[in-house]
DNA sequence: TACGCAATATTGTATGACAAAATAGTATGC
DNA sequence: GCATACTATTTTGTCATACAATATTGCGTA
């Protein structure tokens, strides 16, 4: 009797296989051999099965009966969808960030916002974009709406891929950092109304000049 | 050698485990013990963890390591924010069903609130609000917003024992009755705007009076 | 009664089995 | 040469069993 080679809990093989999913390691529509993942996470087969019930579950797999589990790809009309949800949520979390904020708090995305408007000022857009990323998770969190912030975790994972793009679109840059000031003014101004309105025209900006690039991938 | 007993399928098991939490029959903080489960849904223990993990995604089930799952517990305060989301959700959908309802749809709807509005007068309240979580499904369908369309399924599932309470709260039946032809309307008329604006009214109400409510379950 | 320890129950994970279905590969007929 | 039918292989869906890790329970003792 050799020992039983214990390998990683369910939660972690759900945390690497997401991240996997989620930057792009995966590719859409791949096929996740139930028994490749396995070996690759070092996890048994009833445990990567566990794990890809939670990821269809949370809209980043796709399973089909007897043809296996993929990648779930995420169109160009679904992006919108789901950036037009993410819009409403993070309405609801602008508002309560600006209700509930610390000062603490505030002082943080005041910096935040500093150090985006540098990296803007030295034309260095993907840092600008992982700042921008920044600011709307730290948002969620000073709203303290678990709720919102659940489910806008979920669907930020679903399309990764097309924040970016939002961002480098030609002459986006500029207009985003005022709108991100706006946000941030309005929070520190504990108004939430502003910052709900605010919120709501920076998002339904995003959402235009996404809708205006129909050649997605 | 004996035939193996193949029991249900995991989709089975999980409609019908989700059925008994959403439906009452499995209480809050209710103990979920595998291998009850296993035996009364006829299935493997293999096959109620993963359903188990599916329902936990959802956020209908709570499992704690080494602890076990159990039917999770929506407090009030949660109760409210689901529902402020739900309000935000709701929005969209209204805003797209007036946009791309179809004629026959229309007809659906409106003959769904004459059937309400006979309950109301006959004082079926019961009925009522069965009409009342139809239309709003309808209407969820009219939408064609499959994003916020799956998020409000869960979401509902999530916060039924609520539902109820509301429309049953003294008073809150005919203002909801007003609300509910409100909104209808609006989406006849093809106004995404009016029925966005008569879908926030309405469930602003509905929020108010949960809100006050604070002598829930 | 309170505490500590042993007995029990339950979960987390792995393995191996096998039927069902899909997919790939091969032979056959035209 | 190509379409078709049949067979082999792969993969999934489900089960049973095993066992270590941990939680819970119950009991005996101070």
């Known amino acids: 009797m050799e020992m039983q080679s214990q390998g990683y809990t369910e939660d972690e093989c759900y945390r690497k296989l997401r991240t996997a999913i989620v930057d792009g390691t995966l590719m859409p529509a791949q096929r996740l051999v139930e028994m490749d993942l396995a070996r690759w996470l070092g996890a048994s087969r009833a445990t990567v099965r566990t794990v890809l019930a939670r990821l269809e579950q949370e809209g980043l797999v796709e399973r089909e009966r007897y043809r296996g589990a993929r990648v779930r790809h995420v169109s160009h009309e679904e992006a919108?969808?789901?950036?037009e949800v993410?819009?409403?949520l993070e309405c609801i979390i602008a508002r309560y960030a600006a209700e509930r904020a610390t000062d603490d708090e505030i002082d943080k995305i005041e910096e935040l916002l500093g150090w985006m408007r540098e990296k803007f000022e030295e034309g260095d857009l993907v840092s600008y974009s992982e700042g921008n990323a920044r600011l709307h998770r730290t948002i969620a969190e000073m709203s303290r709406h678990s709720t919102a912030r659940r489910l806008l975790d979920t669907l930020n994972s679903q399309n990764?891929?097309?924040?970016y793009r939002t961002i480098l679109a030609?002459?986006?840059s500029?207009?985003?950092l005022l709108e991100h000031t706006a946000i941030v003014q309005a929070i520190a101004?504990?108004?939430a109304d502003a910052a709900e309105?605010?919120?709501r025209k920076h998002l339904s900006h995003v959402c235009d000049t996404l809708r205006k690039m129909r050649s997605g991938p």
């Open 160 to 163: 990764v891929r097309y924040q």
């Open 170 to 172: 030609p002459g986006r």
């Open 197 to 199: 309105q605010a919120m």
């Open 80 to 83: 919108v969808e789901i950036l």
């Open 174 to 176: 500029h207009p985003s």
């Open 189 to 191: 101004g504990r108004d």
């Open 86 to 88: 993410r819009m409403a």
